[in-house]
């Protein structure tokens, strides 16, 4: 009787004591980093802006725990809620800098940059009489964005146009979709593009897929690629409408109990039977793999594409004072099979202050509904694995160096339109055409041959054998200076493909570039194929 309560008492006594000693550090650090802050805002040499002081240390600070701990000052507060509820007041449009050129990326369909009839390819010369040049995306996003109802005069260059104009626009409040783009792949399969997870993520997948099975979709085909993720209770929605109702989505832990939480489905499920194909890639991230990771914990579609990027931890935002924010990390999660896809353990660093990637021998493994071994620890596996197309480097530098962007700005100012996207090619004349164009046009790269020939050059002078072979290196040089000349023309079928999902994007924007690359894209092909393929995608889920 007497040890069943000393012990607890003796624990008590032990922990209140550790409590306070930590409490002690905190307060004596923290009287010790506002005096120092004092002290040198007070006799540093140089002028000290002090807001910009306090927030490095801020963000050093917390850059010693994980990437994804963050200080949100006042001045950044609405980029915080545009990520969060994909709403801000604006023209609707993305802009990039194109050779110093602040130039029109895309204007988003039924918001006002596309209704003012802006266009890609414009360049945006001033801002309400300001000139912008020189200016980066994130600075000229603050001249656009502003309260709704407010208006904004651009003044705009277009390919074609001897002189530039002025566009008066008036800003809205726009509403960024988490679908983007949702269509019909081929006469039975659907596809949903899922890009974030913001207020609404569930509803609009939800919508999108009811009009799909409306168009007579008995199949879908679910694109996560690139998704980064966002809030978690549209994960957790998103993957109900899939599981029946009370079905566990994901457990989350953390150190405070008020974050050992289940959630579950809540909500009668929209369709538990139609076949589900997901494509991820190391761009898929957080609620993406939520979403993913659950669907192949329960067996309820067959995952295709790259491993995902494996972020198993979860945020959530306290308030401070002068409406500045905390967003701290509190708990991990865990997907309905028990695991934890987290691949980076960020309290254990090597000695150059690196955190620690998981090793795959220290994965666990874990079951899914049909007993299929699935491992915790670097992201979300693809039952399917697709090699990622590796485009050829002549490719990379026509787009690098957006001479594909500028031809396709040019064949939309001579071509007043063109068929639907999915069915739009080149012909041989308009590539030739295309070629021609690019003929005195910067596009050089470097070759891995190239880069090859160059080593050796280098240790044979270094050797003192480069004079007995200079006549064959000369050679060599030659050859592989032709082949270059003649890439544009060996690869003639993967520039086509660039082009003209280029092209499409310029007359039916983001729909039109993604429906013109559908016979081109290897992860919907290969979804396509499995889900075709009835005994091949139970076979898959099964386990056999």
């Known amino acids: 009787m007497t040890s069943l309560v000393v012990l607890p008492l003796l624990f008590f006594s032990f922990t209140s004591e550790k409590l306070g000693n930590h409490y002690f550090e905190i307060a004596k650090n923290m009287k010790i980093f506002a005096q120092l802050y004092q002290e040198v805002n007070t006799y540093y040499v140089d002028d000290v802006n002090p807001s910009e002081l306090m927030t490095t240390g801020i963000e050093a600070m917390l850059a010693t725990l994980d990437p994804y701990t963050n200080y949100i000052p006042e001045d950044r507060i609405e980029d915080y809620r545009t ?33 003012a009839g802006l266009q890609i390819g414009d360049v945006i010369m001033k801002v309400d009489g300001d000139e912008i040049s020189g200016k980066n995306t994130g600075e000229i996003s603050k001249y656009l964005k502003g309260q709704a109802g407010s208006e904004v005069t651009l003044t705009i260059k277009r390919y074609g146009n001897d002189q530039p104009f002025d566009v008066k626009v008036k800003r809205e409040k726009i509403q960024i979709n988490n679908v983007p783009y949702y269509g019909m792949v081929t006469d039975n399969i659907g596809l949903i593009q899922l890009s974030d997870f913001t207020r609404n993520a569930s509803k609009e997948v939800g919508d999108a897929l009811t009009e799909l099975k409306d168009r007579g979709a008995s199949k879908v085909i679910i694109d996560l690629r690139g998704n980064p993720g966002g809030l978690l209770n549209e994960a957790v929605s998103i993957v109900n409408l899939f599981v029946p109702k009370g079905s566990d989505v994901v457990y989350t832990k953390g150190r405070i109990e008020d974050w050992n939480k289940t959630y579950k489905a809540m909500n009668p499920p929209l369709d538990t039977e139609i076949p589900i194909a997901v494509l991820i890639n190391g761009g898929s991230a957080s609620a993406a793999e939520i979403v993913s990771g659950s669907i192949q914990d329960y067996d309820r579609g067959v995952l295709l594409g790259s491993r995902s990027f494996g972020k198993g931890l979860v945020q959530a935002t306290r308030p401070l004072d002068y409406n500045s924010r905390l967003k701290v990390t509190v708990a991990k999660y865990y997907i309905p099979s028990g695991r934890c896809i987290q691949e980076i353990d960020y309290s254990h660093r090597n000695k150059d202050g690196e955190a620690i990637v998981v090793a795959d021998s220290l994965r666990e493994q874990f079951k899914t509904a049909n007993g299929r071994p699935v491992l915790d620890g670097g992201g979300v596996a693809p039952d399917i694995k697709v090699k990622p197309f590796n485009f050829a480097q002549i490719s990379v530098s026509l787009i690098l160096k957006g001479l594909i962007f500028d031809y396709a700005t040019k064949f939309h100012h001579e071509n007043e339109k063109i068929v639907a996207a999915r069915d739009f090619k080149l012909s041989d004349e308009q590539f030739n055409d295309f070629v021609e164009w690019i003929k005195d046009k910067d596009y050089g790269y470097q070759t891995k041959v190239e880069v090859t020939m160059e080593e050796l050059e280098k240790s044979a002078k270094e050797d003192k054998y480069y004079d007995d072979i200079i006549d064959e290196i000369e050679n060599l040089k030659k050859k592989v200076y032709h082949n270059k000349e003649s890439d544009v023309i060996k690869f003639k079928d993967e520039i086509k493909d660039v082009l003209e999902a280029e092209i499409c994007k310029r007359y039916y924007l983001e729909a039109g570039e993604i429906e013109s690359t559908f016979t081109a894209d290897l992860d919907v092909i290969e979804a396509v194929e499995v889900l075709n393929d009835d005994a091949r995608y139970q076979k898959i889920l099964s386990g056999n």
């Open 83 to 115: 990520m969060t509820t994909g709403e801000y007041g604006g023209l609707g449009v993305v802009v990039g800098n194109r050779n110093g050129d602040i130039t029109i990326i895309l204007p988003n369909e039924g918001y006002p940059a596309y209704e």
